[in-house]
């Protein structure tokens, strides 16, 4: 076979191998980058926001309960400026399926306006803001998820606990369910997600809203509502009531209650709801933009069914902010979301459209050369085949046949016709004659016979030489 004839099934097989990677690809090479990398940790700032039908200002524009009023004749609910800040890393157990986050998050105040005055407390609760401290709230929060889905994966020695204080003692969280810190990879907005909401530690599911743009990142905006849920229920590392979720003031401290004494004490359970968005890159699962709004609040609690109305619907504020990613933050994590799409788009999208096409174009060309088939040299004069000579013709010695159909136009005597038995042999004049008499023909014209004899009626032979019993003698 020769080089050429071999062009044709080579194409098809480079065609058949690129197709199959430009198949593959999105299916083996795509999975591999779509995991939760191993070497994760980034940090956000959160900054207060003022909401419409906020009480706040620009510059304080959440309100936070001053702890410093709860040794004084009533309690007083301050503009304040918060900076919630968080920081993501991964840590053991961590394997090829799954990784373990751990996020440390703390909110702390900037500016808090006090009796009118607006001040920036300190970090050791003595100067500035005086018994209230810069650090209003911090947690650590541990959870094992899977590396593709960012569901839980509590099982086979994962974690789920969470630190509500200064020491080292950690809640075990074993129900724990839905998203945090990220998303699956290829996030469809058609899905029904849920999202786990550490401060009440309850699950609440996601509804996509729309889609939008942020640092040059197509994100899905995805929307939580966080029903109430009463955070002195929970239980502390201790097994008891976490701290800070309640308070047990008299009433008169809470402004008075109709025919309730002023000097009852009466306890109070701490509240909280929260409405959450997020914004999501689907291709990686990367959060852009996190916006939460934030609202804790005292309600008495233990009081009955027929307790005045005004004790029922009492309500104290502890915390009512909206905390969203600063501008720095949003570029930061949009860079992120891009450096993890890159190699997935890469070897998802644009190499299987690449190998695809030249798959398919070294395909095409391979069956046609196929069927065209290899190109065969047609016979010639002097050709290679001893058994189908081509033989031309002189048009000086050609035979022809006249309508009476003996051979003619030519006035010599003979008329020499090609050996077909030579090879490359051609008519007269075109090659070497033969001496063979059988090529010399008498050429016979008319109707009578030409050099021939009658026959002797006593047969062949003379007189002299046949027999009286010759057979064939005529009697």
């Given at each position: 076979?020769?080089?050429?004839?071999?062009?044709?099934?080579?194409?098809?097989?480079?065609?058949?191998?690129?197709?199959?990677?430009?198949?593959?690809?999105?299916?083996?090479?795509?999975?591999?980058?779509?995991?939760?990398?191993?070497?994760?940790?980034?940090?956000?700032?959160?900054?207060?926001?003022?909401?419409?039908?906020?009480?706040?200002?620009?510059?304080?524009?959440?309100?936070?309960?001053?702890?410093?009023?709860?040794?004084?004749?009533?309690?007083?609910?301050?503009?304040?400026?918060?900076?919630?800040?968080?920081?993501?890393?991964?840590?053991?157990?961590?394997?090829?399926?799954?990784?373990?986050?751990?996020?440390?998050?703390?909110?702390?105040?900037?500016?808090?306006?006090?009796?009118?005055?607006?001040?920036?407390?300190?970090?050791?609760?003595?100067?500035?803001?005086?018994?209230?401290?810069?650090?209003?709230?911090?947690?650590?929060?541990?959870?094992?998820?899977?590396?593709?889905?960012?569901?839980?994966?509590?099982?086979?020695?994962?974690?789920?606990?969470?630190?509500?204080?200064?020491?080292?003692?950690?809640?075990?969280?074993?129900?724990r369910r839905g998203l945090?810190?990220?998303?699956?990879?290829?996030?469809?907005?058609?899905?029904?997600?849920?999202?786990?909401?550490?401060?009440?530690?309850?699950?609440?599911?996601?509804?996509?809203?729309?889609?939008?743009?942020?640092?040059?990142?197509?994100?899905?905006?995805?929307?939580?509502?966080?029903?109430?849920?009463?955070?002195?229920?929970?239980?502390?590392?201790?097994?008891?009531?976490?701290?800070?979720?309640?308070?047990?003031?008299?009433?008169?401290?809470?402004?008075?209650?109709?025919?309730?004494?002023?000097?009852?004490?009466?306890?109070?359970?701490?509240?909280?709801?929260?409405?959450?968005?997020?914004?999501?890159?689907?291709?990686?699962?990367?959060?852009?933009?996190d916006r939460e709004r934030?609202?804790?609040?005292?309600?008495?609690?233990?009081?009955?069914?027929?307790?005045?109305?005004?004790?029922?619907?009492?309500?104290?504020?502890?915390?009512?902010?909206?905390?969203?990613?600063?501008?720095?933050?949003?570029?930061?994590?949009?860079?992120?979301?891009?450096?993890?799409?890159?190699?997935?788009?890469?070897?998802?999208?644009?190499?299987?459209?690449?190998?695809?096409?030249?798959?398919?174009?070294?395909?095409?060309?391979?069956?046609v050369l196929l069927l065209?088939?290899?190109?065969?040299?047609?016979?010639?004069?002097?050709?290679?085949?001893?058994?189908?000579?081509?033989?031309?013709?002189?048009?000086?010695?050609?035979?022809?046949?006249?309508?009476?159909?003996?051979?003619?136009?030519?006035?010599?005597?003979?008329?020499?016709?090609?050996?077909?038995?030579?090879?490359?042999?051609?008519?007269?004049?075109?090659?070497?004659?033969?001496?063979?008499?059988?090529?010399?023909?008498?050429?016979?014209?008319?109707?009578?016979?030409?050099?021939?004899?009658?026959?002797?009626?006593?047969?062949?032979?003379?007189?002299?030489?046949?027999?009286?019993?010759?057979?064939?003698?005529?009697?």
């Amino acid at each position: 076979m020769s080089v050429r004839e071999l062009v044709g099934p080579v194409l098809i097989f480079i065609g058949a191998l690129f197709v199959v990677a430009a198949i593959a690809m999105p299916l083996y090479l795509v999975g591999q980058f779509q995991k939760t990398p191993m070497d994760t940790d980034y940090t956000t700032v959160s900054t207060s926001q003022r909401t419409d039908g906020s009480s706040g200002s620009q510059a304080l524009p959440a309100q936070i309960l001053n702890r410093c009023s709860l040794t004084s004749s009533k309690p007083e609910v301050s503009p304040a400026n918060l900076t919630r800040q968080q920081r993501v890393v991964v840590v053991k157990p961590a394997n090829s399926d799954r990784v373990t986050f751990q996020a440390g998050t703390s909110v702390r105040i900037n500016q808090v306006q006090i009796s009118g005055e607006t001040v920036t407390p300190s970090s050791d609760s003595t100067s500035g803001g005086g018994c209230l401290g810069a650090l209003l709230s911090a947690t650590k929060d541990r959870v094992t998820t899977n590396r593709t889905t960012g569901a839980p994966a509590l099982g086979g020695g994962g974690s789920s606990e969470v630190q509500l204080d200064s020491s080292d003692k950690t809640v075990t969280i074993p129900d724990r369910r839905g998203l945090q810190y990220r998303f699956p990879f290829d996030t469809d907005k058609g899905k029904n997600y849920i999202y786990f909401d550490l401060a009440s530690r309850t699950t609440s599911p996601l509804k996509y809203v729309d889609s939008t743009e942020i640092n040059g990142v197509k994100v899905d905006h995805f929307s939580q509502e966080v029903p109430e849920a009463n955070l002195a229920s929970l239980k502390d590392a201790n097994g008891g009531v976490p701290q800070g979720t309640q308070l047990t003031q008299s009433a008169s401290w809470y402004g008075g209650f109709p025919g309730i004494d002023g000097k009852q004490v009466l306890p109070a359970d701490l509240y909280r709801k929260t409405t959450r968005d997020l914004y999501v890159d689907p291709t990686t699962g990367t959060i852009v933009n996190d916006r939460e709004r934030v609202q804790e609040y005292f309600k008495i609690s233990g009081i009955s069914d027929d307790a005045p109305d005004a004790l029922k619907n009492f309500s104290l504020t502890n915390l009512d902010a909206t905390f969203a990613y600063d501008q720095k933050t949003q570029e930061q994590r949009a860079a992120d979301a891009k450096d993890l799409a890159s190699p997935i788009k890469l070897w998802g999208r644009w190499m299987p459209i690449v190998f695809g096409i030249l798959g398919v174009l070294a395909l095409a060309a391979g069956i046609v050369l196929l069927l065209r088939g290899p190109r065969r040299t047609p016979a010639t004069a002097g050709g290679e085949d001893p058994y189908y000579p081509v033989a031309t013709q002189d048009t000086d010695s050609a035979a022809t046949r006249d309508d009476s159909g003996a051979f003619g136009g030519s006035d010599d005597a003979t008329s020499t016709f090609p050996d077909l038995r030579k090879r490359g042999g051609g008519a007269s004049g075109a090659g070497p004659t033969d001496d063979d008499a059988t090529q010399n023909i008498p050429r016979v014209t008319g109707d009578e016979p030409h050099g021939w004899s009658e026959p002797d009626e006593n047969g062949p032979g003379s007189a002299e030489t046949r027999r009286d019993d010759d057979p064939w003698k005529r009697t």
